[in-house]
């Protein structure tokens, strides 16, 4: 069974940092690339970063750029999201995904293009 389980999730105050892994189980992910996605509530799923199967090609969205950082460990088929200067709009849960192609060359910030996701993890950032 392929599982994403994501984990690093909880309470921080504005300013604070996390940092999110999310752990392959079930079948690698090494070829893949990977993404994390975060929904807000009543708000849409929206993208985060992304990042391709040999970690050299990464995208953000805007308004995390600068202040969170994809990576990958494929020896561990492990995804992390190291995330600072959290503001208070950063609160969402936050989702793992991995794409089903294999090596390609970049990364795709559109969700239909991810296969598998994990249950996701909450982020809430308040003071």
């Known amino acids: 069974q392929v599982q994403l389980v994501e984990s690093g999730g909880g309470l921080v105050q504005p300013g604070g940092s996390l940092r999110l892994s999310c752990a392959a189980s079930g079948r690698t992910f090494s070829g893949n690339a990977m993404a994390w996605f975060r929904q807000a509530p009543g708000k849409e799923r929206e993208f985060v970063a992304c990042i391709s199967w040999i970690g050299r090609v990464s995208g953000y969205a805007d308004s995390v750029k600068g202040r969170f950082t994809i990576s990958r460990d494929n020896a561990k088929n492990t995804v992390y999201l190291q995330m600072n200067s959290l503001k208070p709009e950063d609160t969402a849960v936050y989702y793992c995904?991995?794409?089903?192609?294999?090596?390609?060359?970049?990364?795709?910030?559109?969700?239909?293009?991810?296969?598998?996701w994990g249950q996701g993890t909450q982020v809430t950032v308040s003071s």
């Open positions: 995904a991995a794409d089903n192609s294999l090596y390609s060359v970049d990364c795709s910030k559109d969700g239909v293009n991810y296969d598998y």
